[in-house]
């Protein structure tokens, strides 16, 4: 189970371990996934009804791959009242939030005549992947579908794989609250590229957002320049930076809640206080024994999660951006305080009652957050992910001829004297 360390040396070679935690094998993968790829791409149809039928359902039939609009609607009436509040409140709560991430076109004149700005514009349709397999991930569904919505998209097209034709109900609703257009029964690499490129029935789209094993991951990385992909996601992660005043239990029960994931999860405490550590060891072997996942739990608790005692917050601030973890709780006194000096987080959870879980549900922030580093140089996904951003440029024959000599100078730096050309002949 869970470790505590506090030495330097412990500390930097588990450091080391997380570095190795993502890096999969692609190579066994690649081939396979190439081939559903070129092959979906080339005979288009024909080829995903083949591996629709090979890995989702024996009876797959191209009529039958869409699931109609009035059947997403039954399946939110067929919830309970009170799932049909908790959906809708969701829906409305992460509305309320990514409206404010909403820009606007601007045009900025200038007295010399010139007009500069900048024109934002909506993708027109975005393809969504949605897991499905064991599981059923309805927030993945509106955490992806709406700022898509927000940001002005026509078209959502969704695509989630089946168990023998059937897709759960909860995500059918999901997909019906959050206002999704189509709907089709399909998963794997093969909707991917079906996505990508497009088929007689399946729409070809403009970027394809959502996560997958790692036959979607790679086969969005192979689309991509075809499409725009959100990113490689990589196993979920935490990590919780505690003082003497923070609830053990509160820290012991969201340290659980990420490591259940997967076994590749991992989840991290960096304390300067031996007593709350040994406190959050005890309640979580308290909180362990009532788990039903204990089997994932043992093994990412044992092998990419650490309690690790250092001198000081500060400290611990250091390693938290060295880490760049996806979900970065602060629970200390005066969380506010340490706001400037995180540089590396996906999201940031404030306060002994701001648990991550609250983030993957309903308070409104997305949760599709950058893993394994990447919030080194990437962001949560938000309503810029669906604009394109097109710049504006005026000028008058006056303001044009005010620096056009230095443009046509330049222009000759670079050994394009036809650049020049185009800025000479308006000089006459």
């Known amino acids: ?99 404010h991430q909403k820009q606007t076109t601007w045009l900025t004149e200038f007295e010399n005549g010139e007009s500069m700005g900048q024109k934002i514009t909506p993708l027109k349709r975005v393809g969504v992947y949605v897991p499905g397999g064991k599981a059923s991930y309805p927030s993945s569904v509106l955490m992806n579908v709406i700022p898509a919505k927000v940001a002005g998209v026509e078209e959502i097209i969704m695509v989630t794989p089946s168990q023998q034709g059937i897709v759960a109900e909860i995500v059918l609703a999901a997909a019906y609250v959050a206002g999704v257009t189509k709907v089709f029964k399909i998963g794997g690499a093969q909707a991917i590229a079906a996505l990508a490129y497009g088929t007689a029935v399946i729409p070809k789209v403009d970027k394809i957002v959502g996560p997958g094993n790692i036959y979607v991951a790679l086969a969005k990385r192979l689309v991509y320049g075809e499409v725009d992909i959100d990113s490689f996601a990589g196993p979920s992660e935490i990590l919780i930076i505690a003082d003497d005043e923070a609830n053990s239990e509160f820290v012991a029960a969201d340290l659980l809640g990420q490591a259940e994931h997967d076994v590749l ?149 670079e050994g394009f004297d036809m650049h020049a050309k185009s800025l000479e002949v308006r000089k006459k």
């Open 265 to 413: 999860a991992s989840s991290i405490l960096l304390t300067d206080s031996p007593k709350l550590a040994l406190n959050v060891l005890k309640s979580l072997n308290a909180i362990y024994i009532t788990a039903s996942r204990k089997d994932i739990l043992k093994e990412s608790l044992s092998k990419y999660s650490k309690i690790i005692i250092v001198e000081s917050i500060k400290e611990a601030i250091d390693i938290a951006n060295e880490i760049a973890p996806e979900h970065l709780e602060m629970a200390v006194a005066e969380p506010t305080k340490y706001l400037d000096e995180i540089k590396n987080a996906g999201a940031i959870f404030l306060g002994n009652y701001t648990p991550e879980a609250i983030g993957d549900y309903l308070a409104g922030p997305n949760h599709v957050l950058p893993t394994a580093k990447t919030a080194r140089f990437s962001s949560v996904l938000n309503v810029e992910d669906f604009v394109k951003k097109s710049s504006i440029l005026y000028f008058t024959k006056e303001s044009l001829n005010k620096i056009s000599d230095k443009a046509i100078k330049f222009a000759k730096i």
């Open 1 to 99: 189970m869970i470790e505590i360390i506090k030495e330097k040396a412990k500390i930097n070679k588990f450091l080391e371990t997380l570095e190795l935690r993502c890096q999969v094998d692609q190579d066994k993968y690649f081939e396979v996934v190439q081939k559903i790829v070129k092959d979906v791409r080339n005979r288009k149809d024909e080829a995903l009804l083949e591996y629709t039928k090979k890995f989702d359902f024996i009876d797959a039939d191209l009529t039958d791959i869409e699931i109609p609009q009035n059947i997403l609607e039954a399946a939110f009436n067929n919830l309970d009242k009170e799932m049909q509040e908790v959906l809708t409140l969701a829906r409305d709560r992460i509305i309320d939030f990514h409206v």
